[in-house]
C-alpha cells in the first residue's frame, strides 16, 4: 500500500481557504506520486481552534463529505482525510472521516480524548467508540492525535485485528521529541504499520511542529517530513507482518490476566 502524508499548513478559522488549499494539496499528491492513500492532518478546516468555531465549523461533515467524496471517486484514491471541526445536533466534535475509492464514507470517528490542557474539553464533546476499517482489503485503525498518548486505545485495535494505524494531528512544535517516540513506540509494540499527519504552521499561538512519517512494524523511518508544509510518500509491504510477530511473539506472550489498566 502507498501512502501519501499531507502536512498541510492551514490558516486558523479560515474553512474556505483551507477546503481550497487541501483539495490543491491532495489533487497534487495523486498526480506527483500515483498513492494508494492519502491522508491529511487533524482540523485541516479550521486549525486548532479559533474563537470563531461556531461560524467556521463543518455542518454534520456536510461539506467534507461533499467534496472528498466527489474526489475520492473521480481520483480513485482511498482519502483518510484528517479531522475537521465539526457541528453536531448536539455540541461540536472533532471528527475524522474516510473515503474510500467509491467515494463511500467507511469510517466517522470523534476524538475520544480530548486534550485538557489547552481546554479542547470545554468546546468539544468527546467520541465514544474506536476507529476500525479496510482499504482495500487491508485492516486499519485511526486515532487523533492526543489519543496516541493512551496506549490501551491502539492495542484495543491491534487485538481486534489493525494492521495500519493512521495518526492524524496538530501537535506542538515544542512537543515534536514526544510525538516521534510515541509513534515509534505505537508502531513497535503493536507490530504495526504506521502514518503519522502531523500540520505545519501557526493555530494562534501555538506552532505545529510537522515530522509527519510513516513507520514500519520495526519502528524505521519509511518516509519522513521535517517542519515545512510537504508531501511525504512511503510503502508499506503487509508481508512482513506475520513474520515479525512470529519471531517476536509479544501477542502470545502477553500475560493479560495480569494487567489492570481500568
Excluded at 128 to 146: M, N, P, Q, S, V
Amino acid at each position: 500500500m502507498k501512502i501519501s502524508c499531507i502536512q498541510m499548513d492551514m490558516r486558523l478559522g479560515e474553512p474556505d481557504c483551507n477546503f481550497a488549499h487541501a483539495e490543491e494539496l491532495v489533487r497534487a499528491a495523486v498526480r506527483a506520486e500515483r498513492p494508494d492513500v492519502v491522508v491529511l492532518p487533524e482540523t485541516w478546516n479550521t486549525g486548532f481552534f479559533p474563537k470563531n468555531l461556531s461560524a467556521c465549523a463543518d455542518r454534520d461533515g456536510e461539506r467534507t463529505k461533499a467534496v472528498f467524496s466527489a474526489m475520492a471517486k473521480e481520483l480513485n484514491v482511498n482519502i483518510v482525510c484528517g479531522s475537521v471541526a465539526n457541528k453536531k445536533a448536539d455540541g461540536f466534535y472533532n471528527t475524522a472521516y474516510v473515503f474510500d475509492r467509491t467515494g463511500g464514507v467507511i469510517a466517522e470517528y470523534d476524538k475520544t480524548h480530548l486534550f485538557t490542557p489547552s481546554g479542547e474539553h470545554e468546546h468539544f464533546r468527546s467520541g465514544t467508540h474506536a476507529c476500525r476499517f479496510e482499504l482495500d482489503g487491508k485492516k486499519c485503525g485511526l486515532i487523533i492525535c492526543y489519543d496516541i498518548r493512551f496506549p490501551e486505545l491502539t492495542r484495543t485495535m491491534t487485538l481486534e485485528g489493525v494492521d495500519l494505524l493512521f495518526v492524524v494531528a496538530q501537535w506542538p512544535e515544542k512537543r515534536t521529541m514526544h510525538l516521534e517516540t510515541l509513534a515509534r513506540a505505537r508502531a513497535i509494540e503493536n507490530q504495526m504499520f504506521l502514518a503519522l499527519c502531523n500540520s505545519v504552521g501557526a493555530a494562534g499561538e501555538t506552532r505545529c511542529g510537522g515530522h509527519s512519517a510513516i513507520i514500519d512494524p520495526w519502528g524505521e523511518y519509511l518516509a519522513r517530513a521535517w517542519d515545512g508544509e510537504e508531501t511525504i510518500t512511503g510503502e508499506a509491504d503487509f508481508s512482513v507482518i506475520e513474520g515479525i510477530r512470529s519471531s517476536i511473539n509479544v501477542f502470545r506472550d502477553r500475560r493479560p490476566e495480569l494487567y489492570a489498566v481500568n
